[in-house]
């Protein structure tokens, strides 16, 4: 049963939607979303994912991260600092009411900030990633070019990515389908990379990638953390599964098999 | 060319060409000869890239040039991995 809540935060409301199973939750898993408009995309997606936990007796939760969705701010008044205050505050919440927190699903950009909250929060934590971006830097690139896609290889007078960086620099807000991104924002997005950030001693990390191919292999980025991170002695596996690219495509679509192995990466079979 | 099996993996996967993918070496063109690639096309191939190897590419280092052949932008994206 899904419902939702607003928790006062010192940006005002945020929007937290919750799934609870039919009896006492024994544990709680949270959300971390992804970006802009990502965000309305992996929300069929978490829902599902929500849905079958709740069948396990746990508690999923979803936040609205400030300025974004239908908590309280704009996306021009948005901060990577709110976020991470954001994000802490709903873990508190959860822990507070009663379900400790197990679990993290880091929905693409969702995974930086999620590796970042699993280091303040009790563990031992299992954190999923969800296709995960590598760094605050591709994900900003990314972002801007979806104001440039459309004119890349026809020369003249056009903007790239570093023709966007520089008038951010230069302090312009800039409209981005529909989003305003702030400087500040996407200068602090510069500082999140995946290869600085290792996930708490004692968390189990999984990371999930989804691809249309029938044989999906990992992707390089993929390899090396994982590597890199199980060489520092974390329990860490991938899975490269078969599906739709739910976060990017045009029509709202799910991947069933990301719902199971993530259920089952965050709830082990006792 | 060490990249090259991968490079035409994101291109089949990118651009759905399945088994056409199969005879892609270095000197198969691309821009202006595979039809699945236009503009929008290069900009999912781009992410694709971007998202494999876990690098942003600055547009500012594109040009026709990059995707002439599949070689060309086999060494594009090996250069950016270093």
Partial sequence: MAGSTFLPSPRGDLYVTRWLPA?????????????????????????????????????AIAVDLSGTGDSAGEFREARLEHWRQDLALVADW????????????????????????AAGVPGPLRIALWQPVASGQ?????????????????????ESVASLT??????????VAGYELHPELAAALEGLDLRKRMPPTGARVGWFEVATSEQPELSRVAADRLQDWTAAGLVAEGHALSGDTFWSTVELTTCPALVEHTVRFLVPAP | MSELPAVCDILRNTLQLGKRADAFNASTPLLGHVAELDSM???????????????????????????????????FVESKMS
């Fill in chain 1, 23 to 59: 009896g006492t939750p024994s544990a709680s898993v949270l959300f971390v979303p992804p970006f802009a408009e990502e965000m309305n995309k992996c929300r069929p997606m978490q829902a599902l994912t929500a849905r079958r936990l709740a069948e396990h007796g746990v508690q």
């Fill in chain 1, 94 to 117: 959860a822990a507070r009411e009663g379900a400790p927190l197990v679990g993290l699903v880091g929905v693409r950009f969702g995974g930086l900030l999620a590796l970042e909250l």
């Fill in chain 1, 138 to 158: 591709l994900q900003l690139t990314q972002f801007l070019r979806l104001r440039i896609a459309g004119g890349l290889l026809t020369g003249g007078d056009r």
């Fill in chain 1, 166 to 175: 520089a008038e951010l620099q230069a302090g312009t807000v800039l409209e």
């Fill in chain 2, 41 to 75: 096309a290069v900009v999912a191939v781009l992410t694709a890239i971007e998202e494999h190897y876990g690098i942003a590419v600055d547009d500012g280092d594109l040009s026709a040039e990059v995707f002439a052949t599949v070689g060309t932008l086999t060494i």
